[in-house]
């Protein structure tokens, strides 16, 4: 079984940036992919950002693309989501998920483990 723990998140202003970590623990050796996704109120749970193993590529939502940089220390299990530039409608709970499939992963349903969120609230 696998444990991931986000922190990071908060209030802030429109423009401020945030800066979002992931720890895992447990049986972290089966982990192989790890992304992070957020959740508005009221909507679906959408895909923020990913690095694939297999095509060795950083992935990013359009949304966010330019203003967020994944980063991930496989050495202490930890990834980490650099949020600049921050919009109100980047206003959701962000969740890290981690999977040990080597594909790449977009989806949530693709994901198996899960970390209980963390709240970024971007104010106007």
């Known amino acids: 079984q696998v444990q991931l723990v986000e922190s990071g998140g908060g209030l802030v202003q429109a423009g401020d940036s945030l800066s979002l970590d992931c720890a895992a623990s447990?049986?972290?050796?089966?982990?192989?992919?790890m992304g992070w996704f957020r959740q508005a109120p009221g909507k679906e749970r959408e895909f923020v950002s990913t690095f694939s193993w297999q095509t060795s590529r950083t992935y990013y939502s359009d949304s966010v693309k330019g203003r967020f940089t994944i980063s991930r220390d496989v050495t202490k299990n930890t990834m980490s989501l650099q949020m600049n530039s921050l919009k109100p409608e980047d206003t959701a709970v962000y969740y890290c998920a981690a999977d040990p499939s080597i594909r790449t992963l977009l989806l949530v349903n693709e994901y198996e483990y899960w970390g209980q969120g963390t709240q970024v609230t971007v104010s106007a």
């Open positions: 447990g049986h972290t050796s089966t982990i192989i992919t």
